[in-house]
């Protein structure tokens, strides 16, 4: 039987969340996560390979989450004020239960990264992720005869704004 981890995925995810959520991307080390976990530096190198790897991983964790509690909400055959509400409702929920992680969402798209940094598999991830949602959205606005620049706006952009400056307002750093 294998050693169990003493250090999970989650729990390194977790750390490096948070330590990203108050020193950002750049200002975030390996150094620094493994502190706010508790663990030694060896611990993360163990799982991911470089500091690119691992943010690359948070960000594929993030985004798929995000994903995954509205695939749900966008599958579901209701009057279209339903579904923009619930939508809302979906990615406040997600700010309020996790208000580190919907803030590096909120904040960052996958094109504020440069691909070339991230390891070939963080890229394929993010893609794979992209394009996932992508269909979502298409699949939504095929439904309901609409463009899918004018949904993405509705249900994508101005939720996300809502919910940006809702973190701002909450993060004494940011006044």
């Known amino acids: 039987m294998p050693a169990r981890t003493k250090y999970d995925r989650d729990a390194i995810l977790a750390a490096a969340a948070a330590e990203v959520a108050e020193a950002g ?12 976990l508790g663990a030694p530096s060896g611990s993360i190198y163990h799982r991911y390979r470089s500091k690119k790897h691992l943010l690359g991983a948070l960000w594929v964790d993030i985004f798929t989450g995000y994903r995954r509690a509205l695939a749900p909400i966008l599958d579901r055959d209701v009057p279209l004020d339903e579904l923009a509400q619930d939508v809302v409702a979906q990615i406040f929920r997600r700010v309020e239960e996790d208000p580190d ?31 996932a949602m992508a269909a979502d959205m298409n699949g939504v606005a095929t439904r309901y ?31």
């Open 25 to 36: 991307f750049d200002g975030a080390s390996v150094a620094a996560i493994a502190r706010r």
């Open 145 to 175: 005869g609409l463009d899918q620049r004018d949904l993405l706006f509705a249900l994508v952009d101005v939720p996300s704004a809502a919910a940006r400056r809702s973190l701002l307002l909450d993060d004494p750093a940011s006044t």
């Open 101 to 131: 992680r919907a803030g590096l969402l909120m904040r960052f798209r996958t094109e504020d990264f440069d691909e070339r940094e991230w390891p070939d598999e963080v890229v394929a991830q993010v893609r794979t992720c992209n394009a």
